[in-house]
Nanobody, 129 residues
Framework: QVHLEESGGGSVQPGESLRLFCKYTTRVNCMAWFRQAPGKEREAVATVYHHAGTKQYSSNHADSVKGRFNAYDTTLAVLLQMNSVQVEDAGMYFC???????????????????????WGQGAQVSVSS
C-alpha cells in the first residue's frame, strides 16, 4: 500500500510559478503528476521513474508543459515545479504511483490513468489574471 499526499496548490496569475509536493510512504518505480481540468479527461503532465537500487531517477514531461514544468524527486517526495503558468494549466493535479517496469513505460506517452494503482487526494491550481 502506498499513501500519497499532495500539497502546494493555490491560485496564481499567468506567468507566475507554483510548486506542488507529493509525499509518498513507499518508493515505487513510477510516479506521475496528472492534471484534470473541468470537463476534461485526466492527463499525465509529468512522470518520474525511480531506477531500482539507486537514488537516480528519470523525468518526462508532456509537450504542453515541457520547458515550463519540472518534475523531480527528493527524499520520499516528488515535486512539480510549475513556471510560467498559463490559464490552460488550471485544474486539479493528482499525484499517482504505479509499477511501470522501465523508464520508457513510465513516460508520459505511456501513462494512462488505469496504469496507476495509488492516488493522492488532489491539489487545486487556479490561474486567473
Amino acid at each position: 500500500q502506498v499513501h500519497l499526499e499532495e500539497s502546494g496548490g493555490g491560485s496564481v496569475q499567468p506567468g507566475e510559478s507554483l510548486r506542488l509536493f507529493c509525499k509518498y510512504t513507499t518508493r515505487v518505480n513510477c510516479m506521475a503528476w496528472f492534471r484534470q481540468a473541468p470537463g476534461k479527461e485526466r492527463e499525465a503532465v509529468a512522470t518520474v521513474y525511480h531506477h531500482a537500487g539507486t537514488k537516480q531517477y528519470s523525468s518526462n514531461h508532456a509537450d504542453s508543459v515541457k520547458g515550463r514544468f519540472n518534475a523531480y524527486d527528493t527524499t520520499l517526495a516528488v515535486l512539480l515545479q510549475m513556471n510560467s503558468v498559463q490559464v490552460e494549466d488550471a485544474g486539479m493535479y493528482f499525484c499517482a504511483a504505479g509499477t511501470a517496469g522501465t523508464s520508457a513505460l513510465c513516460g508520459v506517452a505511456n501513462s494512462r490513468r488505469s496504469g496507476f494503482s495509488f492516488w493522492g487526494q488532489g491539489a487545486q491550481v487556479s490561474v486567473s489574471s
